[in-house]
């Protein structure tokens, strides 16, 4: 989803700066407008503005810094203390900048009338629209302690499961850095020397020997051609990436990749029935619940799949049909739906696939760690040894003929 730069007024005429996502640029003015703000700018962000806050912006509060907020805001507001009171509590006691900002800008709003889910909403993207529903639906049934009780768990759930599957992908991308280390030093210093010392020698080296030795001298004397390689490289990848067509193939590739494709598709269904059963557990219609968790995606395969779920649901479709055929999650949450939809318990069998799909993200992890550990250590065997037989076999050579001088 395209995310626009904005400049607005407030209500009290003040200038308002900002960023928000949305399909296009008139309901990114609606957006705005819903806030109570009255856009007077509306521009698309480029890829240099996404990047310029994402180095030099503040820290974006994570799943574990919002749960931390729901579980104590729990506990507070069950003590009998007030909104505002609870508020600023929690504001003087949280160590995230940016969040800790928010929270006293939400408690400014709530002393000047505004509901808590109205206060939250205008702080931007610093509390994700989920939560901020959730509040919503809290203050309208009176259990907004509740609320804050299923959006804690709910955080701390997502908080285990991103860090799952980054322990996947942070082991095989630290040895492979180790591994483009050892190269970058062994062809940057160690074939340098026997390369001066075969030179001095004026002995005639085999292919593999030769080959090495221009690899070495290329990183020697041309690395600055590499840097610029990688920074081209790096570039293109985010612009890809930014650019509609590149997002579904990522998301396609993300999905059919031979080791990680399961792991994906695992995480985003333990992720939707988590969501969707919290979402509906306080009330909210299934079609709103589905636009939410929809939103939550993370995979753009995913989130258009639920957006047309939505449109069947609001259609008379049960959710299980248009799951079914769209055929992008396991079959096996989809007959769940199903059956939760037939005796009307979808709440829990949606909570039983979550707890499911968790633990198997989990063993998918350990999985990955067990196969593509020996893989990347038998690549960087083979890197490495081919660079030492370059080196050796001259060496050997030279023994040879010494020992056949001797004869």
């Known amino acids: ?136 639906a809290g203050e309208a049934s009176g259990n907004l302690d509740v609320a804050f009780d299923r959006m804690a768990t709910q955080f701390e759930k997502d908080t285990r499961l991103k860090s799952m599957v980054k322990k996947a992908m942070i082991y095989p991308a630290a040895l492979s850095v180790v591994i483009v280390g050892v190269i970058i030093i062994m062809m940057a210093f160690v074939v340098p020397t026997f390369s001066d010392m075969y030179a001095d020698m004026g002995q005639k080296l085999p292919a593999i020997t030769l080959a090495v030795v221009g690899m070495s001298n290329f990183v020697v004397n041309k690395w600055y051609v590499l840097v610029l390689v990688a920074a081209v490289v790096i570039i293109g990848f985010k612009v890809f990436k930014s650019t509609e067509q590149g997002t579904y193939m990522l998301a396609d590739l993300a999905i059919k990749a031979p080791i990680f494709g399961k792991m994906t598709v695992k995480s985003a269904a333990a992720t939707f029935a988590r969501t969707l059963s919290t979402l509906t557990a306080a009330g909210i219609s299934m079609i709103d619940a589905l636009e939410i968790t929809g939103k939550t995606m993370k995979n753009v ?48 069998m949606l909570l039983t696939a979550a707890g499911y799909y968790e633990e198997e993200v989990e063993v998918t992890t350990e999985s990955i760690s067990t196969v593509v550990e020996p893989m990347i250590i038998c690549v960087m065997a083979g890197i490495v040894g081919v ?15 010494a020992g056949g001088g001797e004869l």
Not at 303 to 308: C, K, M, S, T
């Open 1 to 136: 989803m395209p995310s626009y730069k904005y400049t607005a007024y407030t209500k009290e005429g003040k200038e308002k700066k900002g960023s928000i996502e949305a399909d296009d640029k008139d309901a990114a003015a609606r957006q705005i407008k819903a806030e109570g703000n009255t856009p007077v700018k509306i521009e698309e962000e480029g890829l240099m503005d996404k990047d310029l806050n994402i180095s030099f912006g503040g820290k974006k509060a994570t799943s574990r810094d919002l749960s931390i907020f729901c579980r104590q805001f729990v506990s507070i507001s069950k003590a009998g203390v007030s909104i505002v009171d609870a508020l600023e509590m929690l504001a003087d006691q949280t160590e995230n900048k940016e969040l800790q900002k928010s929270i006293y800008n939400t408690m400014t709003s709530v002393q000047k009338g505004e509901t808590l889910a109205v206060s939250m909403k205008k702080q931007g993207k610093i509390f994700p629209s989920l939560l901020i529903n959730m509040v919503e």
């Open 301 to 348: 395969r995913f989130r258009d799949e639920l957006f047309h779920a939505k449109d069947k649901v609001a259609q008379g479709r049960p959710l299980s049909e248009p799951l079914k055929a769209g055929g992008l999650f396991p079959n096996m949450i989809v007959h769940m739906i199903g059956i939760g939809e037939e005796t009307g318990n979808l709440e829990d």
């Open 387 to 401: 660079i030492i037989m370059a080196v050796l076999i001259p060496m050997f050579g030279m023994y040879s003929l």
